[in-house]
């Protein structure tokens, strides 16, 4: 990535206004790309290890939250935070990332490409660290803080109890901000942390337009430029198609598979498989049938 990173201390006029008020605001800020002050800004967050429901629904809310105008904000991680900010990329919006470890690396090492892809459509990476500092576990839950501080709500989609999703929604509600949580199926352990918030005074969310009328001021602040709303299909990468993508469709053939079925066929880990396949439906590819089947798409 050729755009270069700068170093914006807390003094400076480019420190982000709503980051600066919070108690701990980091004394400088290593930032990559575009950090928009005039665009609101909402963070969604959620579990490294999500459902299909999850990611679905991650990637509703960002690209509702996108076409609007609404700057989408997250953590670069697996799973949610990785949707999020596709979704609200392919919507023709801007997201920013914060990092917990330097901008020299970007972690997780598969999301580089996303990485470079949000910073090129007018986003940024942002992270407190030195640009070669390591993701060191202790890092992450310090970064949250920024997460919540850059944004005037933070979203919950799927998590367990003792989750770095929690942690987010608190350090939001410590620093004065809306916190919102999606429900989830009842006997889902990825509904503990959005259940638990909703028990404890967090507002329900279900769609992007709820937001408007339940962030104070949020209509105010949104930019005058209208985003482009995202089209009937997303624009996802023509053919040829990922490696990953290849062989999912060679496996699925003309018959529909069972995910289990495909896991074996796949050699792989349901979570990454599973954000293939939500991607590919996204891209009008496959389809998803009763029963966590699927099937290859017929044009």
Known sequence: MNVPVRAVRREDPEYPPLLRNIHDAPG???IQGRLDHALPAVAVVGSRRPSPYGLRTAAELSRGMAAK????????????????????????????AVLGCGLG??????????????????????????MN????????????????????????????????SLITARLAAEQGREVFAVPGPASSPLSQAPHWLLENGA?????????LWKIPGLKERLVERAVAA???????????????????LESLGSEALTLD????????????????????????LIVSLPGRRYARKEN
């Open 230 to 248: 995202p089209a009937a299909r997303p624009a996802f990468p023509k053919p040829p198609f990922p490696q990953r993508w290849s062989k999912i």
């Open 69 to 96: 105008g609404i700057a989408v904000v997250s953590g670069l991680a697996r799973g949610i935070d990785g949707m999020a900010h596709h979704a609200a990329l392919d919507a023709g919006g801007v997201t920013w």
């Open 261 to 284: 079925e495909l896991i074996e066929a796949e050699g792989s880990d349901a979570p990454p498989l599973l954000q293939s396949l939500l991607d590919m439906e996204l891209a009008d």
């Open 28 to 30: 400088t800020l290593y």
């Open 105 to 130: 690396q970007v972690y997780p090492p598969e999301h580089r490409g996303l990485a470079e892809r949000l910073v090129a459509a007018g986003g940024c990476l942002i992270s407190e660290l030195p």
């Open 133 to 164: 500092a390591a993701p060191l576990a202790g890092h992450f839950p310090k970064r949250n803080r920024i997460i919540a501080g850059l944004s005037l709500g933070c979203v919950i989609v799927e998590g367990r109890l003792k989750s770095g």
């Open 203 to 211: 507002s329900l969310l279900t769609n992007a337009e709820e937001l």
